[in-house]
C-alpha cells in the first residue's frame, strides 16, 4: 500500500511539474487514443445491416419478416427497408425468394387454388375478374419503369351458349404509378402494354383501354390516331414535315458516308425531298379467258328423193338441194347446232398507295476547292456516287448538282503557319512560366523544410530543458524568487550558525510551500517505513 501512494505521489508530483502546455498535450493524446480504439472496437464488433428488400407491400413484408423469425436470422426494419447482416445477405435472399411467395399487392389465378366449394356463376365470373386483374397487374409491375400499378377489368357478360348480343364491349382502365426518376412512358411502352392488355382479355378493342400515368395523365389519348390517319390517307401537317425531314436526313447521311472520307470536312451536302402525300386507291378488274363449263351439240342428216317437177320453200333452197338425174331431184341436208356455257374468271383488284410517295429528289453538293480540285471528271465521279447512293431517278425529274466553292471557314498555308507559331511561342512561354513557378515552389517547400527544422530545433531544447528542471529547482525558485532582483540583508539580533540559518530558510519554506513540505515527510516517512 505504501509503494502504491509513493507512485500516486510521485506521479501527483511531476504532473504538477509539467508545464500548462505539456498538460494539453498529454491530455489531447489520452483523449485520441481512447476515441480511437473505441473507434476500433465498435468497428470490430459492429454488425453491418445490408438491404435485403424494399419497398414491398404489406403483405409481402409480413411474409418475409415471418420467415426470418422462422429460420432465427437477425433483422430489423428500417423505413421501407428490411435489412439483414451483410455478411449472409446473398444467402438469405435467395433462401427468400425461393420459400416466400412474392404477390407485390396482387393475386392471380392462385385465387381459384383457395376454395374447394362448387360457386355459382356469378361467383365464378367476379373470381375469375380478380384473378385475370391480379394476373395483369403482375405482368405490368415486372416493368422496371414501373413501382405499382391497379388494373380494373370490364368483361363482356356471358350466358350459357353464347356472348349476349346486347352486352357492351369490355373496357379495361389501368393506374400505373412510375419509379422515381422515370417521368413518363413512351410511346412505344405504353402500345405494347395496350397490346398484352388486349391479348389477355377476350373481346377487348385497343381503344377501350386506358392508362394513366403519375399525376392522372391518360397516355392512351390519341395512341394510334396516326395509324389509323395513315390507313386512311391522312395525315397531319406536323406528321408530313416529320417524314420529310427523315428522308432527307436518311439520305444526306448516305451521300456523306460515301464523300467524307475523301473530301473529309471539305464538302457540304443538302437534300431536298417532294413527297405525294395524296392516298390514292386504284380499283381494277382482269378477266381470264373463258372455261367451258357445258355444252350441247344437236347435229341432223336427211336425204329425200322427188319428182323433176317440184316445188321448193326458200327454207328448203337454204337446205343445200341435190339434183341427182333426169327422173327426179335428190335432196340431202345437214342441220347442227353447238350451244356452249362458258364461265369467264375475273380479279377484282384494289391498290392503295400509302401516303408518301417520293415524287422528286433535289441534292446540292458544294466542295471545298481548297481541299481538293474540281475538274469535269471528279464532278462525274461524285455525280455518279451520289445517284446510286440516295436513288436518284432522273426519269422521274430528280436532279443533282455539283458545285465547287472556296469556304469560309477554310485553312490558308499561310495563315495556318502564322498561327503555329504564334502556338509556338505562346507554348514556350507558358512553358517558361510554369517552369519558373515550379522552381519557386520548389524553393518554397525547401525554406519552409528549413524553417521547419531550425524551428523544431530550437524548441524541442528548451522542452527538453524544461524536462530536467527537478525538486531542488523548484526549491530554489521558490526559496529565492526570479522576480524579486533587490536583496536586503535581514537584521541580526543574535549570531547566526549555519543550523540556525538552515532552520529559519525551512521554516520560510514550510510556510509558504506547505504542500511540498508535507510530500517531502511523506517521503520520508516511506523510506523509514521500509
Avoid at 467524307?260 to 417532294?274: A, E, L, M, R
Avoid at 549570531?495 to 540559518?501: G, K, N, R
Amino acid at each position: 500500500m505504501g509503494k502504491l501512494t509513493e507512485k500516486v505521489s510521485g506521479i501527483k508530483g511531476k504532473w504538477k511539474a509539467l508545464s500548462k502546455g505539456k498538460k494539453i498535450t498529454i491530455i489531447s493524446a489520452i483523449i485520441g487514443t481512447l476515441l480511437i480504439i473505441a473507434y476500433i472496437c465498435f468497428s470490430v464488433f459492429r454488425t453491418e445491416y445490408a438491404v435485403l428488400f424494399s419497398n414491398l407491400d404489406s403483405k409481402d413484408s409480413g411474409s418475409v419478416i415471418d420467415y426470418l423469425k422462422e429460420q432465427n436470422i437477425d433483422y430489423k426494419v428500417q423505413g421501407n427497408s428490411i435489412m439483414v447482416p451483410k455478411q449472409d445477405i446473398s444467402k438469405t435472399r435467395m433462401e427468400t425468394l425461393s420459400k416466400v411467395d412474392f404477390k407485390n399487392g396482387s393475386v392471380g389465378l392462385e385465387l381459384f387454388e383457395s376454395d374447394s366449394m362448387v360457386l355459382t356463376d356469378f361467383e365464378n365470373n367476379v373470381k375469375y375478374q380478380r384473378a385475370l386483374q391480379g394476373e395483369i397487374e403482375l405482368m405490368i409491375k415486372s416493368f422496371e419503369e414501373v413501382e405499382n400499378c391497379k388494373v380494373l377489368l370490364k368483361l363482356v357478360e356471358k350466358d350459357t351458349f353464347a356472348i349476349k348480343e346486347s352486352t357492351e364491349a369490355a373496357s379495361a382502365a389501368i393506374y400505373i404509378k412510375l419509379k422515381s426518376g422515370v417521368k413518363s412512358l413512351q410511346d412505344n411502352q405504353v402500345k405494347a402494354i395496350v397490346s398484352l392488355v388486349t391479348g389477355a382479355v377476350p373481346n377487348i378493342q385497343r381503344e377501350n383501354v386506358n392508362i394513366a400515368v403519375n399525376d392522372i395523365q391518360l397516355v392512351t389519348d390519341k395512341l394510334f390516331d396516326d395509324e389509323e390517319d395513315v390507313a386512311k390517307g391522312q395525315v397531319s401537317t406536323d406528321k408530313q414535315r416529320e417524314m420529310i425531314n427523315n428522308k432527307e436526313e436518311s439520305m444526306k447521311e448516305k451521300v456523306l458516308e460515301i464523300l467524307k472520307p475523301v473530301y473529309g470536312s471539305g464538302v457540304k451536302v443538302s437534300v431536298n425531298v417532294d413527297l405525294n402525300f395524296n392516298a390514292v386507291q386504284t380499283d381494277s378488274k382482269n378477266y381470264s379467258p373463258g372455261v367451258v363449263v357445258s355444252e350441247n351439240i344437236i347435229e341432223t342428216n336427211d336425204k329425200n328423193k322427188t319428182p323433176d317437177k317440184t316445188t321448193s320453200s326458200p327454207v328448203d333452197n337454204n337446205l343445200s338441194p341435190v339434183v341427182v338425174d333426169g327422173e327426179g331431184t335428190s335432196t340431202e341436208y345437214t342441220y347442227k347446232d353447238e350451244t356452249r356455257n362458258y364461265q369467264v374468271p375475273s380479279v377484282n383488284r384494289t391498290e392503295v398507295e400509302a401516303p408518301g410517295k417520293i415524287n422528286k429528289i433535289n441534292i446540292s453538293v458544294a466542295i471545298d476547292e481548297t481541299k481538293a480540285k474540281l475538274d469535269d471528271l471528279s464532278r462525274l465521279k461524285i455525280e455518279e456516287a451520289v445517284m446510286s447512293a440516295a436513288g436518284i431517278d432522273k426519269t422521274r425529274g430528280d436532279t443533282v448538282s455539283i458545285q465547287g466553292f472556296v469556304f469560309a471557314d477554310s485553312k490558308n498555308p499561310l495563315m495556318d503557319e502564322a498561327k503555329n507559331q504564334m502556338n509556338s511561342t505562346s507554348n514556350q512561354n507558358l512553358q517558361k512560366t510554369l517552369e519558373r513557378n515550379l522552381i519557386m515552389a520548389i524553393l518554397g517547400i525547401i525554406l519552409l523544410i528549413v524553417m521547419l527544422v531550425v524551428y523544431k530545433k530550437v524548441w524541442g531544447k528548451k522542452d527538453i530543458e524544461e524536462d530536467d528542471v527537478g525538486l531542488d529547482e523548484i526549491m530554489e525558485s521558490v526559496i529565492q524568487p526570479k522576480g524579486r532582483e533587490d536583496k536586503f540583508e535581514p537584521i541580526v539580533f543574535e549570531s547566526e550558525t549555519p543550523t540556525t540559518h538552515m532552520e529559519s530558510e525551512v521554516k520560510k519554506y514550510a510556510q509558504n510551500q506547505p504542500e511540498q513540505v508535507v510530500d517531502i515527510v511523506k517521503s520520508w516517512l516511506a523510506e523509514d517505513e521500509r
